[in-house]
Antibody, heavy 121, light 107 residues
């Protein structure tokens, strides 16, 4: 059974870059059958999809965040990462990584447990 | 981006009740809709995909219906463990978008 685990700093200063990593276990990120996504949820609010990466490195970002987002993949470590630049308090959220199939079943069946990132000086 | 609108935003009900949550898409999404359940401090859990297909292991009291722009999630006989927040999500196009959530509370 695939498992995803987010890791990274829980506190980031305003204007700096938020960096998180998702480690995948129980399956290969290079299988080609999945897109690997980041999703976030501000405290007490709803879910926002940030973007995905394919094992080949191809990406798709939410236009609302595209100018500040970079998602990368390290197949040798079975990990993918998120960088969000120029953060403000509005970027405070629980950040989830999730897996979406490339075929017809393109929903998020597997999620990490989430990690809270607070933007504050 | 496709906008997903859920109603109601919150709902009070009692154990044993039947409840229905509605999700409307701003444009047609065929049946490319999923429902998730989220409990405090936990990641969302997939309940239903393809608008009406129950994910393995999800109790049969949960059901989904709809296609195009209008969808419903029904819980036929509420159990204590069902009190949570529910989200719909379209996977018809990118960016993926979610409804704002429906919080189901104990009356």
């Amino acid at each position: 059974q695939v498992q995803l685990q987010e890791s990274g700093p829980g506190l980031v200063k305003p204007s700096q870059t938020l960096s998180l990593t998702c480690t995948v276990s129980g399956g290969s990120i290079s299988s080609g059958d999945y897109y690997w996504s980041w999703i976030r949820q501000p405290p007490g609010k709803g879910l926002e999809w940030i973007g995905y990466i394919y094992y080949s490195g191809s990406t798709y970002y939410n236009p609302s965040l595209k100018s500040r987002v970079t998602i990368s993949v390290d197949t040798s470590k079975n990990q993918f990462s998120l960088k969000l630049s120029s953060v403000t308090a509005a970027d405070t959220a629980v950040y989830y990584c999730a897996r979406e199939a490339t075929g017809g079943t393109k929903y998020f069946q597997h999620w990490g447990q989430g990690t809270l990132v607070t933007v504050s000086s | 981006a496709i906008r997903m609108t859920q109603s109601p935003s919150s709902l009070s009900a009692s154990t044993g009740d039947r409840v229905t949550i509605t999700c409307r898409a701003s444009q047609g999404i065929s049946s490319y809709l999923a429902w998730y359940q989220q409990k405090p401090g936990k990641a969302p859990k997939l309940l239903i995909y393809a608008a009406s297909t129950l994910q393995s292991g999800v109790p049969s009291r949960f059901s989904g219906s709809g296609s195009g722009t209008d969808f419903t999630l029904t819980i036929s006989c509420l159990q204590s463990e069902d009190f949570a927040t529910y989200y719909c999500q379209q996977y018809y196009s990118y960016p993926r978008t979610f409804g704002q959530g429906t919080k189901l509370e104990i009356k």
